[in-house]
């Protein structure tokens, strides 16, 4: 077979039917990142040897008339920040670089079981902190349609992959933009569920209120998919919901007419590139078009969303990030040997990269004597206010529509020196997450130079049926989904 | 009230966040939190008097359970990953805390 330019879906039952074995489409990912992870840098570890024996096992599991699980056989590539027992998991980090996982993250045992082959582990930016991919430890992605422009961050390794059809399907999270945004840059699909929706157990910790993880796809069902098969409570995860779970594939009816999409025009304004608002207004005609109603809504503390993030970010993240230590696992400075301390201190500094100890500062900052109620506190109090925009909001709409980032992806390097600049790609991302909301973006355009553009949707708390039902509605009478990059 | 940080500020936030910086990164940290605080400090006018505080979305979740012991790591898959482990004892190995 040429590479795998199909679904999740289509790969699926072809091996349940007996028309593809999962050895045969295991091998076709395997060759389609053998050829093009040299000039897109998406994998940090491809397991070929492990996803052969398991895709044997699916084959083999087959022939003894087994039933099939709903995504047995299909290759999906995993973040790298995301634990798989015996498998190098980096982080993207130097501090993590020997790391292998003790046990499985919850995501990865419900995905195994439902027959999902792990082809490799992607890049990252470095404990899953940036906005273009530049953060990691083992050099930036390249995005796969335009190898000079950055893939998004942080799942950029996540969402090339997919785009470059090594995988249909990949995992990554998601705790200020981290899948919605790399999927607008790479032309593809990307969804954060509600928080609680899926287990964080086996996720390393970035900002443990925000992150989340959720799958890449081609296609709003193939997400729907993954999301049914990661999603549920977890006893290892105290925050994961008892929310009955929907099958959100059956909830893609295509239809639209009772829905409303609230539009916050005096929000999506300033600082977004005339392409993408070209794409955005389209996008809600299209959806217009197709029968649903729009309306306008307000959501007046949603542009303080950004130094809100960024407080409560970095404050989670100085003290998740307190564990690495040269102790227990990891890297550690032979520099100092004679005292624990200094130890410490440094091996956090020669294991961090610049962006890690950058938050970790900010954070320790925010959270000391003096500033925790000027910052800490008062972005946690602002989060309550932007909380209740978006209640307000989802009185009058069932949906929230904005575009996924405010340009098209921009060049590497563009913005590493300037740290600040950098944030503000996150603008209209970061809310869904302070809100805990679900949020998926899906592809809507793409700009004269031929660079993808992605549309976003915010739903209601746990409604990722209604969410993906009207992704799903706009993906059926648009055609950018089936652009390939060329490559 | 603007923010102004020095490299002294910075020195001691390292301190607290066990980080030892090198004389650049002090510098380059300086300027780029002054400017990130400055951006960030528009929160500050945000009326928010008697607004409570949202940490977590899901507080309100009940997560309890009955205290009883379910299966873990062993010892020696637990400090597998160690940088220096002394495995015979099943111990994380420092270098000295006291004295030295």
Redesign the interface.
């Known amino acids: 077979m040429n590479g795998l330019d199909t679904t999740a879906t289509t790969l699926r039952n072809d091996i349940a039917a007996g028309r593809l074995s999962a050895v045969e489409v295991c091998r076709a990912a395997l060759d389609r990142i053998g050829t093009v992870n040299g000039s897109l840098n998406a994998f940090n570890l491809i397991a070929g040897e492990r996803a052969m024996a398991r895709a044997q096992d699916i084959d083999r599991r087959r022939a003894a008339g087994e039933p099939s699980g709903p995504l047995a056989g299909v290759p999906i590539a995993i973040k790298d920040n995301i634990d798989v027992r015996g498998m190098l998991t980096t982080a993207s980090s130097r501090i993590l670089r020997d790391f292998f996982p003790p046990y499985d993250a919850t995501v990865v045992r419900r995905l195994e079981a439902a027959g999902a082959v792990i082809v490799g582990k992607t890049n990252c930016d470095e404990f899953a902190m940036g906005s273009s991919n530049e953060n990691s430890a083992f050099g930036p992605v390249h995005n796969p349609w335009a190898l000079d422009r950055i893939p998004g961050g942080s799942s950029g390794g996540s969402a090339a992959a997919v785009a470059a059809r090594c995988a249909p399907v990949a995992l990554g999270s998601d705790t200020g933009g981290s899948i919605r945004q790399p999927a607008a840059c790479c032309g593809v699909v990307g969804l954060k569920p509600s928080y609680g929706r899926v287990s964080r157990y086996g996720l390393l910790a970035f900002a443990s209120s925000l992150d989340q993880i959720g799958p890449f796809a081609r296609t709003v069902a193939d997400a729907a998919t993954v999301l049914s098969v990661i999603a549920g409570a977890d006893p290892c995860d105290a925050t994961t919901s008892t929310e009955p779970i929907a099958d959100f594939a059956a909830s893609l009816t295509g239809r639209v007419n009772d829905i409303r999409i609230g539009v916050p025009r005096a929000f999506v304004t300033e600082g977004v590139d005339d392409e993408v608002r070209r794409a955005y207004e389209a996008a809600l005609e299209r959806l217009r078009g197709e029968g649903a109603t729009l309306v306008d809504i307000d959501l007046p503390h949603a542009k303080y969303a950004v130094p809100v993030y960024y407080l409560i970010c970095t404050a989670e993240a100085s003290s998740n990030l307190a564990r690495y230590d040269g102790v227990k696992y990891g890297y550690r400075s032979s520099a100092a040997k004679d005292s624990l301390k200094e130890m410490y201190s440094r091996t956090r500094d020669e294991g961090f990269g610049p962006e890690v100890k950058r938050r970790i500062m900010l954070g320790t900052y925010v959270l000391s004597a003096g500033y925790y109620d000027a910052f800490y506190l008062k972005a946690l109090q602002v989060r309550t206010l932007l909380k209740r925009d978006y209640d307000q909001a989802f009185e009058r709409a069932d949906v929230v529509a904005m575009p996924t980032m405010p340009t098209p992806p921009f060049k590497l390097g563009e913005k590493t020196d300037d740290p600040l600049q950098m944030y503000l790609a996150d603008v209209f991302t970061v809310s869904a997450n302070l809100a805990g909301l679900p949020g998926v973006s899906v592809p809507c355009g793409f700009s004269n130079e031929g660079l993808p553009i992605g549309f976003q949707l915010t739903g209601r708390m746990f409604d990722e049926a209604t969410l993906l039902r009207v992704a799903d509605a706009y993906e059926r009478v648009t055609d950018w989904h089936h652009r390939s990059p060329a490559l | 009230m603007p923010t102004t940080l020095t490299i002294a500020?910075?020195e001691r936030?390292?301190a607290?966040?066990?980080?030892?910086?090198?004389d650049e990164?002090k510098q380059?940290?300086t300027r780029?939190?002054a400017?990130?605080?400055a951006?960030?400090e528009?929160?500050?006018a945000?009326d928010?008097s008697g607004?409570?505080?949202?940490?977590?979305?899901?507080a309100a979740?009940r997560?309890e359970?009955e205290d009883e012991p379910r299966p873990c790591?062993s010892v020696e898959?637990?400090?597998?990953?160690?940088?220096?482990a002394a495995p015979d004892a099943g111990l994380?190995r420092?270098?000295?805390?006291i004295g030295?």
Do not use: S
């Open positions: 500020d910075v936030i390292a607290l966040a066990q980080l030892e910086l090198t990164e380059i940290f780029q939190l400017d990130i605080l951006y960030a528009q929160v500050q945000i928010t607004v409570p505080a949202t940490a977590h979305v899901n979740q997560t359970r790591l898959e637990a400090i597998a990953n160690a940088p220096d994380f420092v270098p000295r805390v030295g």
